[in-house]
């Protein structure tokens, strides 16, 4: 599937102890019949013995908007990542409210790719670390 995209996908070169990429990808298309070169998002699945993921989206940079103000009323840090702005935000919606606790997430821009990682069960900083081991 990544082979077919329009736009570059690197992957993060470490994960979280006990997690492995899968063979599960999902592709968001804009029509049903569309073929994989018109994919807009490509999600990949990190997955632990106890069935905990980390997700990885990512799509081309132009519908990136810039901030991570949707994930909740937690505070968006503004970071550098690898030298490049990345907002991380810790946290995720649990059972309809926001919960600190619960993981986080990281988005940054990369060349002519967007990329979202997120987890509930993984530590803001064993994301950020994921995120800075993509070549």
């Known amino acids: 599937a990544m082979a077919a995209l329009s736009f570059e996908v ?7 102890e006990g997690y492995e990429l899968t063979d599960q990808v ?3 298309l804009p029509e049903d019949q569309a073929s994989l070169t018109e994919a807009w998002q490509l999600w990949l699945h990190w ?3 106890a069935g905990q993921q980390v997700l990885l989206l990512a799509f081309p940079s132009e519908y990136y908007r810039g901030d991570a103000l949707e994930f ?26 926001w919960e600190e606790r619960l993981g986080g997430n990281v988005l940054w821009v990369r060349g ?10 993984v530590s803001l900083e064993d994301l950020l670390r994921m995120a800075e081991s993509q070549p």
């Open 26 to 28: 999902m592709v968001t």
């Open 47 to 49: 997955e632990n013995d």
């Open 10 to 16: 690197r992957l993060p070169t470490w994960a979280p």
């Open 112 to 121: 002519d790719t967007a990329y979202w990682l997120q987890a509930a069960w």
């Open 72 to 97: 909740g009323p937690a505070a968006v840090e503004e970071i550098v990542l690898d030298g490049t702005p990345a907002a991380a935000v810790r946290g995720n919606w649990g059972v309809g409210r």
